[in-house]
């Protein structure tokens, strides 16, 4: 407690503290500010590099972004479909081989599609 009964935490208003949960948002002080998944800070460190290299050899460039965030689609997907190719692989447990990701990783994964597929 300082003078006066205020104590240190009170007696600095301006004191902003962020903590950071489940990669989705930040808490300032108790409000929620949405943060947006993308693929460089958020889905290319889920890929192992023995994922990225495999997949190279067939033509699946996990670790670009811009392939990845290709918003051209095919007979499959009407958009995107590079990056809805590999989220159905890992949801299906087909990729990556002997390393099935775990729902988490699937959730932040689709947040990223939500979010808009940012680089």
């Known amino acids: ?7 240190r935490f009170t007696a600095v208003p301006a004191m902003v503290v962020y903590t950071i949960c489940n990669q989705k948002c930040m808490s300032r002080m108790g409000t929620v500010i949405a943060m947006t998944t993308s693929f460089g800070n958020d889905i290319l460190p889920m890929f ?3 994922d990225i290299a495999c997949m190279a050899a067939k ?3 996990l670790g670009d972004a ?6 051209a689609g095919n ?4 958009d995107h479909a ?5 989220f159905a692989a890992l949801s299906s447990g087909f990729m990556p081989p002997g390393h099935r990701w775990s729902q988490d990783s699937l ?10 597929f940012q680089p």
């Open 1 to 7: 407690m300082l003078r006066g009964g205020v104590s």
């Open 48 to 50: 192992r590099p023995g």
């Open 59 to 61: 033509g699946v460039r």
């Open 66 to 71: 811009d392939w990845m965030g290709d918003p």
């Open 75 to 78: 007979d499959d997907f009407a």
């Open 82 to 86: 590079n990056a809805r190719r590999v």
């Open 107 to 116: 959730d932040i994964y689709a947040s990223w599609i939500g979010d808009g």
